[in-house]
């Protein structure tokens, strides 16, 4: 039966930045599906372990801060997902932060932690997952890519960059993996109400615009993304490889 396809059941995860807003969205979504999970972050994600947990699956945390942590440490992140859950099967690099300043004044140091924790843990946390799935021939990435993965956007020249490079990897990696049975693909995220999003949507004109250009005609939930990325994570989506699925309500259809 074709929803059988979509049944993570005996699978694990390992999603990073889960505490809140996208991460919680997705973490859950992958249990509910079937999958335990492995929540990575610097800080303890007791309400999304608590609702993998009401799913009926397992869970670990694994405290580390993208900000800091080493090419050696995210290896080791990835080796101690399979210590403790068994596996896995399935990589979800959420995990983003953004800076905003005119591109004549955006600090050095926040260029540095967005590139750091945007594209280059999204790179090593890959390789490391990728050596995993090669190893079994099976495997799932989904990296979360952006509108800004395809627009310029304004005052964010730091994560436009990295967004952008994200759709690059995506597509690098899948290139090399998918003749070994990896699936790597990335989910674009239209104007989601989230803690990235809260400036936006506090300023009345900005926040005024972007509706006026979602055909929808709402921000989106992180909740809106669930079927996506158990679709992306499922045997559903075997043969897809490289793909960038946007989620925006309609937004680049503009």
């Keep these: ?16 930045g889960a505490n809140r807003g996208i991460g919680q969205a997705l973490a859950v979504a992958l249990a509910q599906a079937g999958a335990d999970v492995a929540l990575l972050g610097r800080t303890e994600p007791e309400q999304t372990a608590g609702l993998v947990t009401a799913a009926g699956r397992r869970t670990t945390w694994l405290e580390y801060d993208l900000r800091t942590a080493s090419p050696v440490e995210l290896t080791a992140a990835v080796a101690t997902v399979v210590e403790r859950l068994g596996r896995l099967d399935i990589l979800v690099n959420n995990a983003g932060i953004i800076r905003r300043a005119d591109a004549i004044e955006h600090p050095g140091s926040d260029w540095e932690d967005v590139m750091t924790v945007n594209i280059d843990a999204v790179f090593y946390l890959s390789r490391a997952a ?6 079994q021939r099976s495997g799932k990435i989904i990296n ?22 994200v759709l690059g990897l995506t597509r690098a990696l899948a290139n090399e993996w998918a003749g070994s049975g990896v699936n790597v693909n990335a989910i674009a995220p ?3 109400e989230t803690d990235n999003t809260a400036p936006l949507r506090a300023d009345p004109d900005r926040s005024r615009a972007i509706l006026e250009r979602i055909p929808a005609g709402r921000w989106g939930q992180p909740d809106d993304l669930a079927g996506a ?12 490889h490289g793909a960038v699925l946007p989620v925006d309500g309609g937004w680049l259809a503009r």
């Design 144 to 165: 979360i890519a952006s509108m800004l993965s395809f627009q310029g956007g304004i005052r964010v020249p730091s994560y436009t960059a990295a967004k952008h490079a």
């Design 190 to 192: 239209g104007y989601i």
């Design 1 to 16: 039966m074709v929803l059988d396809q979509f049944s993570l059941d005996g699978r694990v995860a390992l999603v990073t």
């Design 130 to 135: 990728g050596r995993v799935m090669l190893a």
């Design 229 to 240: 990325v158990v679709f992306l994570a499922s045997d559903a989506a075997r043969y897809v």
